[in-house]
T-cell receptor
Framework: DAKTTQPTSMDCAEGRAANLPCNHS???????VYWYRQIHSQGPQYIIHGLKNNETNEMASLIITEDRKSSTLILPHATLRDTAVYYCIVRVGPGGTSYGKLTFGQGTILTVHP | DTEVTQTPKHLVMGMTNKKSLKCEQHMGHRAMYWYKQKAKKPPELMFV???????INESVPSRFSPECPNSSLLNLHLHALQPEDSALYLC?????????????FGPGTRLTVL
């Protein structure tokens, strides 16, 4: 699975959009970008994933560059409850041989301020 | 229902004790996972069960013994642990659907080895 690079920490004001970047310059054609987050002392929570098209769900949007070497997770209106560690993970998707394996990097600590 | 439950929430044990962690899901998922997370570190995969069979063991010491009695239940038996095994133990499950196997995590068991 490709390696990812994320900033160690970021701050965001409550109510503003939080944009979390992720670099994955060695991503392969069949690898997906997944985002999880982990609120303090809880289990990781799935947020969103995508292959090459931009994706949106009720939690967030995922913007993947055309060359797929980087992506941005967008939380459109951050709240205090969004304070967490955000993990960007690149892994083989459907049909891949690495069954279900998630390799977490260090992630980005997002702190949302009042 | 996207819930994975884990018991107990907290466990304190001595190095000579035998204890077990339990994980349960009723989402019809056929893959279940154990992860270990040390303080301020990302989760690390320990074991993967697929259709009740052990498919991945990430070179985990034999003092950790997983068991999958049925498709809804996953246990982790602990024996002769060391203080450095103190960590948050996370269980996850997934169903390998058409859009990739999203993993759903439980809240974890906080283990302290004295």
């Amino acid at each position: 699975d490709a390696k990812t690079t994320q900033p160690t920490s970021m701050d965001c004001a409550e109510g503003r959009a939080a944009n979390l970047p992720c670099n994955h310059s060695t991503i392969s054609g069949n690898e997906y970008v997944y985002w999880y987050r982990q609120i303090h002392s809880q289990g990781p929570q799935y947020i969103i994933h995508g292959l090459k098209n931009n994706e949106t769900n009720e939690m967030a949007s995922l913007i993947i560059t055309e060359d797929r070497k980087s992506s941005t997770l967008i939380l459109p209106h951050a709240t205090l409850r969004d304070t967490a560690v955000y993990y960007c993970i690149v892994r083989v998707g459907p049909g891949g041989t690495s069954y279900g394996k998630l390799t977490f990097g260090q992630g980005t600590i997002l702190t949302v301020h009042p | 229902d996207t819930e994975v439950t884990q018991t107990p929430k907290h466990l304190v044990m001595g190095m000579t004790n035998k204890k077990s962690l339990k994980c349960e899901q009723h989402m019809g998922h056929r893959a279940m996972y154990w992860y270990k997370q040390k303080a301020k570190k990302p989760p690390e995969l320990m074991f993967v069960y697929s259709y009740e069979k052990l498919s991945i063991n990430e070179s985990v010491p034999s003092r950790f013994s997983p068991e999958c009695p049925n498709s809804s239940l996953l246990n982790l038996h602990l024996h002769a642990l060391q203080p450095e095994d103190s960590a948050l133990y996370l269980c996850a499950s997934s169903y390998r659907g058409a859009w990739g196997d999203t993993q759903y995590f439980g809240p974890g068991t906080r283990l302290t080895v004295l």
